[in-house]
């Protein structure tokens, strides 16, 4: 399985961006999908998930009300949806495919991830 993340970049506080993830090779639709991110000198952290039919979301707490996770099973493609962008959201996000049709925010519930995009927020 391949997952190529892109859609990052550089906005202003208060800003939106829409991250996307595209899966490829032995991708199964059958699982559940989710976003992490690392920002410099921290551990790597949960952001949001979703099962395989798109129906069940989680999200961390520090974003719940600006992002919204969603996927597209005919393209094979989750996306993020990042509103009212603050500083502290400034990392690399890596987009990543469940072992089970539904996830949750533990990294070991994923086997496959992708390569990262970057995204900051400053003024």
């Known amino acids: 399985v391949q997952l190529q993340a892109s859609g990052g970049g550089l906005v202003q506080p208060g800003g939106s961006l829409r991250l996307s993830c595209a899966a490829s090779?032995?991708?199964?639709?059958?699982?559940?999908m989710g976003w992490f991110r690392q920002a410099p000198g921290k551990e790597r952290e949960f952001v949001a998930s979703i099962d395989w039919r798109g129906g069940r979301t989680f999200y961390a707490d520090s974003v719940k009300g600006r992002f919204t996770i969603s996927r597209d099973n005919a393209k094979n493609t989750v996306y993020l949806q990042m509103n009212s962008l603050k500083p502290e959201d400034t990392a690399v996000y890596f987009c990543?495919?469940?072992?089970?049709?539904?996830?949750?925010?533990?990294?070991?519930?994923?086997?496959?991830w992708g390569q990262g995009t970057q995204v900051t927020v400053s003024s």
């Open positions: 990543a495919v469940a072992r089970r049709a539904v996830s949750g925010s533990a990294a070991t519930e994923y086997n496959y």
């Open positions: 090779g032995r991708f199964s639709s059958n699982n559940g």
